[in-house]
């Protein structure tokens, strides 16, 4: 029972099994103090009364507890018969939870409740557990509470040495913390509130800090033992396309991350290198230069889009770029025909083919390089950590990597993230872009906004309209969208406009020939979903609009405003609302409004998803701790990632005296170290 529901399996499962609260049962409020400012009470009194009210969805069990001081309303909507049965007209209860006012009277709906024995009370001060547990572990008796006389059991026969100190004495002692074994008993059981948050710092600095040592122990690993391709030169590819064949100045953020590259590359280990930067902050060329640096090597390079989209629009940006230079570049996806796909996998094996771009076609098995050296990943997040592991397959000694995202991660969720990678970011944006205007309008506004369009486009500029599609096979979503598509239709008639129209269920030719034609100027508006979200490049379009804002989250948003503003032209981002948009929708449009930075946006939508939706790829493992968290905790990670980085650089393979529990430890935890592939 306790395996199925809570997952606890062994002693050590029940130990972590950390209360969410305690509860001091000598503090007690009165229900006759609770005003509209209470927030959370704990009261003890009798029950004076039950009964089933309501019926069907309104079917609720009222209770009426008395204190002596008034009475308190104790409403379930849920597990209804269950708690009727347990609970007892006449009984004393102990009750707790969040109060409110219904009808001018104080209730609390789904209290946490259980048998009260006044003897008790006006004993010492006692803080007693509470843990998270099911509804079906409380039908069978297990509820918070009893849990906590297992524990409490537990460390009966538990020892220190049961729990032996895992971190070193040089941490202990500078950060003052508390010893293990003291910090697992406080933490359940406190004697007083002050050693109950020295108990909990402590744990959440050991988890913080196991789990940085962790990520570093790899990192170091792979910058002191992995042997990567050398580009010793550079070449006169890479000078010739620098000094003549760019089209721009490269900003100083795109100068230093080619440095870093540069250097990472030149000394014989493997890079991987996580490549951050806003969207339209310049990614493409800072990889095509490092493509470029690797041919110059006698490497071949290869670059990897999301999308068959994306895929296509990189290679017609690259092949244009690279017209006068002599570096042959195919396009591989999985439209590619069949003829010509063989021809290239030929080339390559052969070597004469240096550039290869392409969706995961690229990964597929039959794909061999004659000498990969460099691989790029671009818009990662779309990608698993396994398909890129494929990449590096693909070469005896593995290619460097470089990982390019342009959704920002906030520092400390890119520390726990990524913090087995290296990291640069692109913090510039070219010169003379202008920031994009963005406006919230209602529904009731679509015609004006449609004008706006219209205006737009007779200056010469394009659009987009974008329509939710969460799931592309959802059915509904796609009415939407072909509803919405004849709604555009109707505002902008053939043959004064030519619209396009792309989404997940056409097949990649028609997506693309689609795409093509408003690339190419030849319909001036873009009714899409969100398959153009990431990457697209048409510098022409000036206005982007989205239906039904309520359905998209921040940087999902941000993602899709940076579709736009990306030429010289002013640009506007239009979001459209029903008309009474959620609160939190509000919050998200109000952040959109107010500002154009993606790293500000990205930390916003941190707080206000938290980590695991963000990152897709890897919310296992590295960011899901059992009591700390990275958006509360920012400090203690702070503290966390510097203490490993101290012991590592002292001691980076853990072989001195006092680093010797610490890397127990880890070996002890089989599955969260990769110790196997360190070691
Ligand atoms: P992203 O980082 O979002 O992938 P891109 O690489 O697509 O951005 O670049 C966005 C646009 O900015 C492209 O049209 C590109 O040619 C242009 N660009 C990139 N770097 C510079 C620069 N240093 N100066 C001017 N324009 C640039
Ligand atoms: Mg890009």
Not at 243 to 255: D, E, I, R, V
Not at 347 to 374: C, M, Q, W, Y
Not at 382 to 395: N, T
Not at 428 to 438: A, D, N, S, V
């Amino acid at each position: 029972m306790l395996k199925k529901e809570l997952n606890i399996f062994t002693f050590n499962d029940l130990l972590e099994h950390f209360p969410y609260r305690h509860v001091d049962k000598t503090k007690l409020g009165l229900i006759r103090d609770i005003s509209p400012q209470t927030e959370f009470i704990q009261v003890a009194g009798k029950l004076v009364s039950k009964e089933i009210a309501g019926e069907k969805r309104g079917r609720r069990l009222v209770g009426k507890l008395y204190d002596g001081s008034g009475l308190l309303e104790l409403v379930w909507f849920q597990g209804i018969n269950w708690v009727d049965k347990t609970l007892e007209t006449g009984a004393d209860y102990l009750v707790y939870g969040r109060t409110g006012f219904f009808n001018g009277s104080p209730q609390i709906t789904h209290p946490e409740i259980e048998s009260y024995t006044p003897a008790k009370a006006g004993g010492s001060s006692f803080l007693e557990p509470v843990y998270p547990t099911t509804e079906k572990l409380k039908a069978k008796g297990l509820g918070g509470r009893q849990l906590g006389k297992l524990t409490l059991q537990l460390f009966d026969i538990l020892k220190e040495r049961d729990l032996p100190e895992n971190l070193p004495p040089g941490v202990l002692q500078s950060l003052q913390l508390m010893g293990r074994y003291e910090a697992f008993r406080q933490v359940h059981f406190p004697a007083n509130a002050e050693l109950y948050e020295k108990a909990l710092r402590r744990l959440k600095l050991e988890e913080l800090f196991l789990a940085q040592v962790r990520l570093n122990l790899i990192k170091s690993r792979r910058h002191r033992f992995s042997k990567g391709i050398v580009f010793s030169q550079v070449g006169d590819l890479f000078n010739t396309f620098y000094k003549s064949h760019l089209p721009f100045a490269l900003t100083g953020a795109q100068k230093r991350v080619l440095r870093e590259i540069r250097s990472d590359t030149a000394h014989g280990r493997q890079m991987n290198r996580l490549l951050q930067g806003d969207v339209g902050s310049g990614k493409t060329i800072v990889a095509l230069l490092c493509m470029l640096l690797a041919a110059d090597n006698g490497y071949q390079a290869c670059m990897m889009a999301p999308t068959e989209i994306l895929a296509n629009q990189h290679f017609n940006g690259v092949k244009e770029l690279l017209k006068d230079m002599p570096v042959p570049v195919e396009l591989l996806t999985g439209s590619t025909k069949k003829a010509a796909r063989n021809k290239i996998l030929a080339r390559l094996e052969d070597g004469s083919l240096p550039f290869l771009i392409g969706t995961h076609a690229i990964i597929e098995d039959a794909v061999k390089f004659k000498n990969l050296g460099f691989a790029v990943v671009d818009e990662q997040h779309r990608f698993g950590v396994a398909q890129r592991a494929r990449l590096w397959q693909k070469a005896t000694t593995p290619p460097h990597v470089l990982v390019m995202t342009a959704t920002p991660i906030p520092r400390t969720l890119a520390m726990t993230a990524y913090g087995d990678l290296d990291y640069s970011v692109i913090d510039e944006l070219p010169p003379g872009r202008k920031p994009i205007t963005t406006a919230h309008r209602f529904e009731y506004d679509r015609a004006k906004v449609m004008d706006f369009i219209k205006e737009e486009v007779a200056k010469g500029r394009q659009a987009y309209i974008i329509f939710p599609l969460i799931e592309e096979s959802e059915k509904l979503d796609y009415e939407n969208l072909m509803q919405g598509y004849e709604n555009v239709k109707a505002f902008f008639p053939e043959p004064r406009y030519y619209i396009s129209m792309v989404h997940g269920r056409q097949k990649p030719d028609v997506k693309d020939t689609n795409m093509q034609r408003f690339v190419s100027g030849d319909t001036q508006i873009m009714v899409s979903t969100t398959v153009i979200e990431v990457g697209v490049n048409v510098p022409n379009a000036t206005v982007m609009v989205v239906e039904s804002t309520e359905k998209f989250g921040l940087s999902q948003l941000h993602q899709l405003r940076g579709r736009v503003g990306r030429g010289s032209d002013k640009s506007f981002c239009i979001l459209l609302t029903g008309m009474k948009p959620t609160r939190e929708a509000k919050e998200r449009i109000k952040i959109m409004c107010a500002t154009n930075d993606g790293f500000k946006i990205a930390e916003k939508d941190l707080e206000l998803r938290g980590p695991g939706d963000i990152e897709g790829t890897r919310q296992s493992g590295e960011l899901n701790f059992k009591l700390a968290s990275i958006l509360q905790d920012k400090q203690l990670l702070q503290v966390a990632r510097e203490m490993a980085e101290r012991v590592l650089d002292a001691d980076p393979d853990l072989v001195s005296a006092e680093n010797q529990p610490l890397k127990a430890y880890l070996q002890s935890q089989k599955g969260k170290t990769a110790w196997s592939k360190i070691s």
